[in-house]
């Protein structure tokens, strides 16, 4: 049986791997010569008109496409609805390798 306690997580980007030292000896990121204070007189985001403009876009955008559902229900009800096998196939493990 292996030692649980040698097991230790990865390290994360932008994570100090110092914290994983026994001997309690960690830099703060407050003590990185690299850090500056923002400038908060120039950095301003404003996002509230770009958000209001895009949802009365999506608001007239219907959440299903009733015309193409319309299609395929009639397709498969009078049995011309065909499926390429292959294809969906490719589908499926291209979706499955993007996780």
Do not use: C, W
């Not at 608001?59 to 294809?87: F, H, M, W």
Request: proline residues 6%; without cysteine.
């Amino acid at each position: 049986m292996s030692n649980i306690n040698s097991i230790k997580p990865t390290l994360q980007p932008d994570v100090n791997s110092s914290r994983n030292v026994a001997d309690g000896n960690r830099s703060t990121p407050a003590s990185s010569p690299n850090v500056s204070a923002p400038n908060t007189e120039t950095d301003k985001v404003s996002l509230s008109e770009t958000l209001a403009s895009l949802e009365a876009k999506l608001a007239n955008v219907p959440e299903v496409d009733s015309a193409r559902v319309d299609a395929i229900k009639q397709a498969i009800d009078d049995g011309s609805y065909t499926i390429d096998s292959q294809e969906l196939a490719r589908k499926m493990i291209d979706f499955e390798g993007d996780f």
